[in-house]
């Protein structure tokens, strides 16, 4: 069993910059990914990247913004977004399958997720 517990999210201006962090143990063995829910919308793919940290995809709206990475020693996945928007405001999950996708079907671990709230 995979727990996955997210952090980093807080409160930031347009903009600004955030690190978001998915910890969960036993973690490494998988693809991961991020996902997110703003208030009122379904939840969306964010990235995705595969077991090994090469291979990555994304979200068209987040690409040159976000950044997808992992530290399979650490177990700790992170995504790095930058030039943030109000349209960024979610809840942001992060996820681990067999693999790396959009859809999330594809993953069976998911953790309970971070808040950001991206306001003037």
């Known amino acids: 069993q995979v727990q996955l517990v997210e952090s980093g999210g807080r409160l930031v201006q347009p903009g600004g910059s955030l690190r978001l962090s998915c910890a969960g143990s036993?973690?490494?063995?998988?693809?991961m990914a991020w996902f997110r829910q703003a208030p009122g919308k379904e939840r969306e793919f964010v990235a995705a990247?595969?077991?090994?940290?090469?291979?990555?995809i994304y979200q068209d709206s987040v690409k040159g913004r976000f950044s997808i990475s992992r530290d399979n020693v650490k177990n700790i996945l992170y995504l790095q977004m930058s030039n943030l928007t109000p349209e960024d405001t979610a809840i942001y999950y992060c996820?681990?399958?067999?693999?790396?996708?959009?859809?999330?079907?594809?993953?069976?671990?998911w953790g309970r997720g971070t808040r950001v709230n991206v306001v003037s």
């Open positions: 990247i595969t077991q090994n940290g090469l291979s990555t």
């Open positions: 036993g973690a490494n063995r998988y693809a």
């Open positions: 996820a681990a399958g067999g693999r790396p996708t959009s859809t999330e079907s594809s993953y069976d671990y």
